[in-house]
């Protein structure tokens, strides 16, 4: 039926929106270091990753505006969408803080990215598959560097230590909505696009473990979750100020060409 | 303490088969760290495939006020190289 | 050009009478278009004159990320974020290549960075202009970024090797700049008044400024006939600045916008424009530290090396630990 159909790409849409909303989001947090990093090195490698996440913006966007029909580029939908509209979840959204929490939240994000560009791999749709290829080759060293800077400034010195255990409280709470499903993931894991977020949870944590053992911190107890993000429901207040500076110009100068 | 971090030197083998060649220095904790930056500083435009550090402070060098001694001596061994020798053009390639 | 002003140290050039015979040689190797690598013996002045000129360099590269870093979270598209990110970082890269440069002539980095934040070493008047309109970002490559081209190309010939070098790399990845700079500006003059009026806005604002960045005359100046002497300083300042007006005047044309300079003529017989020259007072009152932006943009890098501290600290602590435990465990 044409029905499903649609309701079968509506469903991919989305899946693509929080994909591309997630690497938008994430990487424009990121790119707010340029010039303020604690070392060249550092900001040098952390654009690295900002330019990464929007190269991958523009595939996961640009295809969900493909995918839509309604003749929206990436463009259109990263710079014209309102609040409602986005897919990202909340951890993504959350202020930078100081470079530790900046790496840590960067951490929690690169360990389910690296795992779910995994799966997403073997994706029954080719131009999902072929993005996560790319991504996914990208993510493998985000990974890297973030996972070694959290252990170096979890066991560092106790003034890094402390920072690293404070920044993992304060994003903790937003681990949990990554592994969140709906009925846009059960529509995703029935065409076999891509796997269910709850069933990486396990491996996450295992990776996670590892790591924070490494880096002398403790994992903190807390199962509770906010969210709201990936679903659109109920989005943090820093979003909304994100997208006053990141659509300001197409919003206030509609219809140019830049 | 002095907490500066140590200054390392970067040696990149490019594409195509090319011995590895010093392309410039950074500062980073240790070798590990020293590899990613130079992989995030020094291959931004897909200039390499293998990246060698070492610590500057390891790197032995000769001498400048030795140059005529070690250099000037080979200048006179002109029949190393193979323009010395006139090969009839008959001979072919060789 | 991001070195203004340097004095060189020492009290201008020398006869060959007045040199001692290891000066002599040393400026017999300069003149034969020879290296001097850092191990090489070189005049105390020649060594305090570059870490000077190299550390303005240096630091105006990484002062430079904060006017266009300005523009990151506001770029239109994503191309557009994603270009000028590339570029801001290619500037942090730079800074990099020539505090190492810096650094072989015996002093660190951490000291240059200190200078810096203290006030006592300068970087390029430039840099304290803000970047008001997504025009400036367009102006900045086109008019900055050209400027400091004309003279980091000379510069690649200059007599210290690690300079050199360095020099030769920046040019490398500085040629994307200036066209992307140029690129924004196109679309900007073709695009909707609203647009046109930014890209004149940023000319406006920009020009004179980046006509200072080549410094006042220094035809009289002994600093710089000795610097030139060095081969540490290709041209003259005036050279280079009329090469400059001479290059864009016709990209400006080209846009269709108006150079802010009534007096702006072609000149047939001296084959070159005749052209205003900008306000000295403002300039060194900019360099005095009275610039629009001079006290935002130390305070941003103040802040940046403080808050990093933890940081560099820590992650040198995680360093020494791992490499105890690996003697212990041999």
Not at chain 3, 5 to 17: D, H, L, R, Y
Request: proline share 4%.
């Amino acid at each position: 039926m044409s029905g499903q159909v649609q309701s079968g790409d509506a469903a991919l849409f989305e899946f693509l929106c929080r994909l591309g909303d997630n690497t938008l989001v994430l990487g424009h947090r990121v790119s707010e270091w340029c010039g303020h990093a604690p070392v060249l090195e550092e900001d040098i490698a952390l654009a690295n990753t900002a330019l990464d996440l929007i190269g991958q913006t523009q595939l996961w966007l640009g295809l969900a505006g493909e995918v839509e029909g309604k003749g929206r580029d990436a463009d259109a939908l990263a710079f014209l969408r309102d609040v409602w509209d986005f897919r990202s979840v909340l951890l993504t959204e959350v202020p930078n803080g100081d470079f530790g929490r900046t790496l840590m939240r960067q951490f929690l994000f690169d360990a389910w990215h690296s795992i779910y560009l995994g799966r997403l791999l073997k994706s029954s749709d080719k131009r999902v598959a072929d993005i996560a290829e790319k991504a996914s080759k990208e993510v493998a060293y985000h990974l890297e560097r973030s996972a070694d800077t959290v252990v170096a400034l979890g066991d560092g010195t106790e003034e890094s230590h402390q920072r690293m255990q404070a920044a993992l409280a304060y994003l903790w709470p937003y681990v949990g909505e990554m592994f969140e499903g709906d009925a846009v993931d059960a529509a995703m894991v029935e065409a076999g696009v891509a796997p269910d977020p709850a069933s990486l949870r396990a491996e996450y944590d295992a990776l996670v473990g590892r790591v924070l053992a490494d880096a002398t911190l403790e994992m903190p107890e807390g199962r509770f979750a906010h969210k709201g993000g990936r679903d659109g429901r109920m989005h943090t207040e820093h979003l909304g100020h994100i997208l006053t500076q990141m659509q300001w110009l197409q919003r206030a100068y509609p219809g140019a060409s830049w | 303490m002095k907490n500066e971090w140590p200054l390392w030197e970067v040696f990149i083998r490019g594409q195509h088969g090319m011995s590895h060649r010093h392309v410039g220095s950074l500062h980073a904790p240790d070798a590990e760290m020293a590899i990613k930056n130079a992989r995030d500083v020094y291959t931004r435009r897909n200039e390499g495939v293998s990246i060698w550090v070492v610590e500057a402070k390891h790197i032995a060098a000769s001498s400048p006020s030795d140059k005529g001694p070690l250099y000037e001596p080979s200048e006179s061994k002109v029949y190393r190289h193979p323009t010395f020798f006139d090969i009839p053009e008959e001979v072919g390639a060789m | 050009m991001y070195a203004q002003m340097i004095k060189s140290a020492g009290t201008g050039v020398k006869s060959p009478e007045e040199m001692t015979p290891e000066e002599r040689r040393f400026q017999a190797h300069v003149d034969a278009n020879e290296k001097v690598e850092p191990k090489d013996w070189m005049p105390d002045d020649y060594r305090a004159t570059l870490i000077r000129q190299i550390g303005q360099h240096a630091q105006s590269e990484i002062d430079g990320q904060l006017p266009e870093g300005n523009w990151i979270t506001r770029a239109p598209t994503l191309e557009r974020k994603a270009i000028l990110l590339a570029k801001v970082q290619d500037e942090a890269g730079h800074g990099l290549y020539l505090y190492c440069a810096a650094e072989t002539l015996g002093i660190s980095r951490d000291e240059l960075t200190e200078d810096l934040l203290s006030g006592k070493m300068k970087y390029s008047s430039i840099f304290n202009y803000p970047t008001l309109n997504w025009a400036d970002i367009g102006a900045v490559g086109w008019l900055v970024d050209g400027a400091a081209i004309m003279n980091q190309v000379p510069l690649q010939r200059t007599s210290y090797g690690p300079y050199s070098r360095a020099m030769i790399r920046i040019c490398k990845e500085e040629s994307f700049h200036q066209r992307q700079g140029y690129d924004i500006m196109m679309k900007m003059a073709q695009g909707t008044e609203a647009q046109k009026r930014m890209a004149q806005d940023a000319l406006n604002r920009l020009w004179f400024p980046s006509l200072m960045m080549f410094g006042p005359s220094d035809k009289e100046s002994v600093h710089s006939a000795q610097s030139m002497a060095w081969k540490i300083k290709i041209n003259t300042n005036d050279e280079l600045r009329q090469k400059f007006v001479d290059q864009t005047v016709p990209q400006a044309e080209y846009l269709g916008l108006t150079v802010p300079d009534e007096t702006l003529k072609w000149n047939e017989e001296r084959g070159h424009y005749d052209f205003a020259e900008p306000d000295w007072k403002e300039f060194f009152d900019v360099l005095k530290g009275n610039g629009p932006c001079n006290t935002d943009r130390l305070t941003a890098r103040q802040e940046a090396w403080k808050e990093g501290k933890w940081v560099r600290d820590a992650m040198m602590a995680h360093a020494r630990k791992k490499a105890a435990a690996k003697v212990a465990a041999e």
